[in-house]
């Protein structure tokens, strides 16, 4: 029984409390992620606050919605894809030939401007784009173990349910048939 | 015991060379900004008027060539990811390691815990 409580439907409170801060969480994240070269922020912690709003849905809706909603697959191929810009933003200075992220492409703009800083901006982005995707999977593996143990403890009834959740997280050939 | 007398051996070259690094540099001098010209009494009470005219080494190239060379108007952006590009390279290359080696393990835990319930119920 005591296992059981948490597949509980979750309070209505709990629920209206999530959907209200969540669109502010992801403003914050990708505002900060989006400004960070002019303004305090960057792409490392942009990243963690936009990956902290599969927590709050996890926390409001529970396994089943999260990893429908979240699609843990495109979150990890996110994350190969932004390690490859970085490293290619980081060649354009070996192929304009000067070191390994020399900033080539700096001078547009006024000291001020989105774009002014050139390379840097674009680098940001890269690692927030990462960030955001990594820690979101990083984030969806932990909560597939819980449910896991959660559904091998309690038995029974919510076994199809966490059956699902593991293929999708784990194995994830079937999360596209699931998000369908 | 061969293995244990080599890394006996290793330890003892990691030491004579650090102890030969560290005098060396105690002797000659550190090549950065050590902080003998910049007064810190007077950043403290006035920042905004403080005299960097003196100041040498990194932190003189990172506070008075900044706009100049990044363009940038904030300097921890410009540090993170212009001066220091190759070290946010490998930090985040530390997060796609973690990131696989947790995916590795507790994907096996998971599929091992369905294997054995299968096992149970058959």
């Known amino acids: ?46 990243g963690v606050l936009v990956a902290s709003t599969v927590l709050l849905l996890y926390l409001a809706y529970g396994f089943k919605v999260m990893a429908e909603a979240v699609k843990p697959e495109g979150l990890r191929k996110g994350e190969a894809l932004g390690a490859i810009i970085y490293v290619l933003l980081g060649l354009m200075g070996i192929f304009a030939g000067a070191n390994f992220c020399v900033n ?31 820690i979101g999977f990083l984030l969806v593996l932990m909560l597939s173990l819980l449910a896991a143990l959660d559904s091998e403890r309690s038995g029974g009834d919510e076994k199809e349910v966490v059956e699902n959740a593991g293929n999708d997280a784990a194995v994830s050939d079937a999360s596209g048939e699931v998000a369908k | 015991m061969n293995k244990r ?26 090549l950065t900004h050590d902080g003998s010209y910049s007064n810190l009494k007077d950043l403290y009470e006035d920042p905004g008027n403080m005299d960097l005219s003196q100041v040498n080494g990194v932190a003189d190239v990172i506070v008075q060539e900044n706009l100049s060379k990044t ?20 930090e985040s290359f530390i997060l796609l390691t973690a990131i696989a080696g947790s995916f590795i393990v507790l994907k096996s835990v998971a599929v091992g815990e369905k294997g054995s319930e299968k096992k149970e119920d058959a």
Do not use: W
């Not at chain 2, 007398?5 to 030969?20: R, T």
């Open chain 1, 1 to 46: 029984m005591k296992f059981k409580d948490r597949f509980r439907e979750k309070h209505l409170v709990v629920k209206c409390g999530a959907d209200m801060f969540l669109p502010f969480g992801l403003i914050l994240g990708f505002y900060i992620i989006a400004f960070g070269t002019i303004s305090p922020g960057g792409g490392f912690q942009g």
């Open chain 1, 104 to 134: 080539v492409i700096f001078d547009n703009g006024q000291v001020g401007d989105m774009i002014s800083a050139g390379n840097i901006t674009f680098m940001s982005y890269a690692v927030g784009f990462k960030v955001l995707t990594g």
């Open chain 2, 5 to 30: 007398l080599l890394a006996y051996i290793a330890l003892a070259v990691i030491l004579v060379c650090g102890i030969y690094a560290v005098s060396r540099h105690h002797n000659e001098g550190s």
């Open chain 2, 71 to 90: 363009m940038a108007a904030n300097n921890v952006a410009a540090v993170v990811y212009d001066f220091r590009g190759f070290d946010t390279l490998g």
